[in-house]
């Protein structure tokens, strides 16, 4: 048995999968929640925030800062944090109470653009009236008004200009000053590689979140077996035993390789791969998930994109094999290396000029 480094959450025992109907099936599939090691570390840090934020008065709000690339779950952590959190917003004669803000900076961020996107998820009727000075006015107004005590702001990365790479100085101090002003923690989620610029010119900030935490994917690495190869396949065990299925066999180790493979061990695409797998199983009344469905999942969730560059379909050989790969891989590094110099010239199908 391989150790568990993951909690599962499911509405129902997946063990009694055959007395359910095809939709709890879906949905249980839909609501799988993995709660990995990491995942766990950094609910604890947004934990230590909220606590600051009910209890103890402080001069200056701990905050923090959580990067990571796309589909590694950032957007899954905050949103499962929120969803557990024992505070909920609530509409009052009084007006909103909304104890954890949550918003997303929009792309060619301005301070305007920022402001209106917190006036509208704070109910201001009229989100883009009025100066700059006004918007943001009116927003301070709103966070003591209803009772925020900690903003999540996503999509950090944007108060960096994706053309000229330059960093948008006026929205990042506008954030600082938000948290400057109402003495709220603030939790910052971005891209990484696109996000630490904006810390790197902004001493303030930077100085006010701390060292910037990561949500990586899981590895695959032959020097670590008994960490990263070990820790990959028992969070394949982990989905499996909680799939409505009979059991697949995802942590077998060349199986689960196919699953690192396909997915460089980003778990949003894990589980899209399993969703869309699990979807083509039930309709086609397989007990398991087999091969050709999760081929058909990579094909139609992966193949085409970014992540699916340069690879082939993991799923559709009944061998695919780590060794195999590493073959592959070592002949194309070679067929790109550049022809040995001879010290003389040479056309490009290595004949000596005359």
């Known amino acids: 048995m391989i150790h568990e480094p993951t909690d599962i ?12 109907t095809t939709t709890q099936r879906l949905q249980m599939i839909e609501d799988l929640l993995i709660e990995h090691r990491l995942f766990r570390a950094l609910t604890a840090e947004i934990d230590r925030c909220a606590l600051y934020a009910h209890k103890i008065a402080v001069a200056t709000p701990p905050c923090l800062v959580i990067l990571g690339e796309t589909g590694a779950g950032k957007t899954t ?8 959190a024992s505070l909920k917003r609530q509409e009052t004669p009084e007006g909103s109470i909304i104890p954890y803000l949550y918003v997303s900076v929009p792309a060619g961020a301005t301070i305007k653009g920022t402001a209106s996107v917190f006036l509208r998820t704070m109910g201001d009727p009229n989100p883009s009236r009025g100066t700059q000075w006004n918007m943001v006015e009116r927003l301070h107004l ?26 948008l100085h006026d929205v990042a101090d506008f954030l600082k000053d938000i948290i400057n002003q109402n003495k709220v923690p603030m939790v910052l989620i971005g891209r990484s590689g696109e996000a630490e610029p904006i ?16 949500l990586k994917p899981f590895e695959w690495d032959r020097t670590q077996p008994q960490t990263t190869i070990l820790e990959f396949r028992a969070l394949m065990e982990s989905i499996d035993r909680a799939l409505p299925f009979d059991p697949s066999q995802l942590s077998d180790e060349e199986m689960a390789y196919r699953f690192y ?31 050709p469905s999760l081929a058909a999942a990579y094909d139609a969730c992966i193949a085409q994109t970014v992540m699916g560059r340069g690879k082939t ?16 891989r070592a002949s194309n590094e070679r067929e790109q290396l550049p022809t040995p110099s001879t010290g003389r010239g040479t056309n490009r199908r290595g004949r000596r000029k005359k």
């Not at 993991?314 to 790969?325: C, G, I, T, W």
């Open 313 to 328: 379909n993991p799923f559709s050989p009944l061998r695919f094999r780590e060794a195999d790969v590493s073959l592959v």
């Open 199 to 214: 810390l790197r010119v902004n001493p303030q900030l930077d100085r006010r979140v701390g060292t910037p935490l990561y």
């Open 77 to 84: 952590l905050v949103e499962t944090w929120l969803r557990k």
């Open 261 to 291: 493979y396909a997915t460089n061990g980003y778990l949003g695409w894990i589980m899209q791969l399993i969703r869309y797998a699990a979807y083509q199983a039930i309709h086609a009344e397989s007990p398991v998930l087999h091969l």
């Open 142 to 167: 709103l966070i003591s008004g209803c009772s925020v005590r900690m903003i999540f702001v996503d999509e950090f990365q944007h108060a960096v200009n994706k053309e000229t790479q330059r960093v």
């Open 9 to 20: 959450q499911a509405p129902q025992d997946p063990r009694q999968w055959r007395s359910l």
